[in-house]
């Protein structure tokens, strides 16, 4: 049997993670594939040839990007040159949509399927590019209910699979057992900082979190913190950040689902974190800064009232968001402290965050999407060199 090759591409931690769970599960359906692309240490593990990783390919903003620029193109010529040299059986494109995009138009040229999991949310900002999936995408996978009928009234061949975090975020142990095993006190209140997955976000986020933190110490009941590390960023950088404040914080690089779960409550940066934070049912206040042209530029364009995936899910804001010059350590520590000083309030959130697992449909995800990948190689022969 003739080896069938995939190429895949996750320019994000949470697209890693995905982009992994994918793999296995279409390899667990038919040996003799074949994977290479862009992914992190979860696609390495899962037996992803790594061409970038995605640690150096995250970034967030107009001026962000313009900085790793040359770095990312010289990445877009590499893939584009594998696809016209390896010609893979299927495409596979995760979320990343600036990069992604334009792959999908030159795997179009050449006649190689393309499979997108995780769309783009085109509903949020940049509707128009709509149309370019249409033309350069074979079909959509959505993971959010309302995302299928958009695409299909476009035109795009969309299907829903449910949302993949379903199947990553399970039910987790006791939260004395887990603070116990990483070395915290059961008996006091415990924050979890998450300042995102990309280097950009944490020089940006940290330390606003960090002064937020310092202001929550110093109230009259004692609180611990705790920072689940991204696979994305390097354990030495962050120490280095946290080193400038006067604030301990407990660094905890693997268990990150039940770092959050323990945590009384939790600063997220906006982003997938806070839908996994959701999940764990555990309060939140999301944040997030941009470059001020990025935020000009975004105010223009997004569609949407919240910013944070739970908030947008739930069609209403049930946790706090602070967003550009609104995110800032005094505000952020009296919103973590408003919900940490009211039970009742607490309460409310946890009820709220309840329903939107409910909303996302049942587990199961990168099974179903890993049958709908197969079912496109067996449709087409290879394509020719």
Request: charged content about 25%; hydrophobic content about 45%.
């Amino acid at each position: 049997m003739e080896e069938k090759t995939i190429m895949i591409v996750a320019g994000e931690a949470s697209g890693d993670l995905h982009g992994s769970r994918l793999v296995k599960a279409m390899k667990e359906e038919e040996s003799g594939l074949r994977f290479f692309g862009i992914g992190g240490k979860r696609s390495r593990e899962a037996g992803v040839s790594i061409i970038a990783d995605v640690a150096d390919m995250a970034v967030v903003g107009l001026t962000e990007v313009v900085l790793k620029l040359f770095d990312i193109l010289k990445v877009m010529r590499e893939m584009k040159k594998r696809l016209r040299q390896e010609r893979p059986n299927l495409l596979i494109l995760i979320d990343y949509p600036d990069f992604n995009i334009p792959l999908a138009k030159t795997a179009k040229e050449l006649g190689i399927p393309v499979l997108y999991y995780i769309s783009p949310q085109v509903w949020a900002w940049r509707f128009g590019r709509i149309k370019t999936i249409r033309r350069c995408v074979n079909k959509m996978l959505v993971i959010l209910p309302f995302e299928e009928a958009l695409y299909r009234s476009a035109g795009v061949d969309a299907r829903y699979v449910g949302h993949p975090l379903l199947d990553a975020v399970n039910d987790i142990g006791p939260r004395e057992e887990i603070l116990k095993r990483l070395g915290l006190d059961p008996g006091k209140k415990t924050v979890a900082i998450l300042p995102g997955s990309r280097r950009s976000e944490v020089v940006k986020l940290l330390p606003v979190m960090l002064g937020a933190a310092e202001i929550i110490s110093g109230g009259p009941e004692p609180v611990q913190f705790l920072l689940p590390l991204a696979s994305t960023l390097d354990a030495a950088s962050v120490e280095q950040i946290i080193g400038r404040h006067r604030v301990p914080v407990k660094i905890v690089p693997e268990n990150i689902y039940d770092a959050i779960a323990s945590a009384d409550v939790a600063m997220v940066a906006s982003g997938t974190a806070t839908l996994e934070t959701a999940l764990l049912n555990t309060p939140m206040v999301i944040i997030y800064k941009m470059s001020p042209l990025t935020y000009a530029i975004a105010r223009m364009i997004i569609r949407v009232k919240n910013i944070g995936l739970v908030n947008i899910i739930a069609g209403k804001t049930i946790v706090p968001e602070l967003i550009q010059g609104e995110a800032t350590s005094e505000r952020l520590a009296a919103e973590m402290n408003a919900i940490l000083a009211d039970p009742a309030k607490m309460e409310t959130i946890k009820n709220d965050l309840g329903n939107i697992r409910e909303k996302l449909g049942k587990p199961g995800a990168a099974a179903r999407a890993a049958a709908i990948a197969l079912g496109m190689m067996s449709q087409k022969e290879r394509p020719s060199a």
